[in-house]
């Protein structure tokens, strides 16, 4: 049996020295994928900001927009008819105030892409450290 040299490292101190930095891998990692979300969320925030200001400006609007155009078309048709009428166009203004807020939500890609890319570079890191 052919005795190691004392320059090269034992099996269990590769495997020790892999743990440590398998483990500090994953701590970054974590650190990352936390940065990235807080990122996204602060976004995704923004634009539910932007749905519940649109919803207060519609509502305003609603009742403003109600009190005087009702009026003003109850000189012309019966005052039920000028209510429905102008109804219909708050809240067709309102819809597309809400669905240009949601539209904004569904483009904000909420996955981790940097912290994904990154354990992918990690695993393939891993796979040939241990080859």
């Known amino acids: 049996m052919q005795q190691q040299s004392r320059s090269e490292p034992s099996l269990g101190q590769l495997f020790a020295e892999l743990t440590e930095e398998m483990t500090t891998l994953v701590r970054q990692e974590v650190a990352l994928a936390t940065t990235e979300l807080g990122q996204k969320a602060s976004r995704v925030g923004r634009d539910v900001g932007f749905l519940a200001v649109g919803g207060a400006v519609v509502y305003a609007g609603l009742l403003a927009i109600i009190a005087a155009c009702i009026l003003a078309l109850a000189l012309i048709m019966p005052t039920w008819l000028a209510a429905l009428i102008i109804g219909i166009v708050v809240v067709a203004l309102g819809y597309g105030l809400v669905r240009m807020g949601l539209g904004a939500l569904k483009r904000e890609d909420l996955a981790p892409r940097q912290t994904l ?15």
């Open 117 to 131: 890319d990154t354990l992918k570079e990690d695993m393939t890191w891993a796979k040939n450290q241990t080859r």
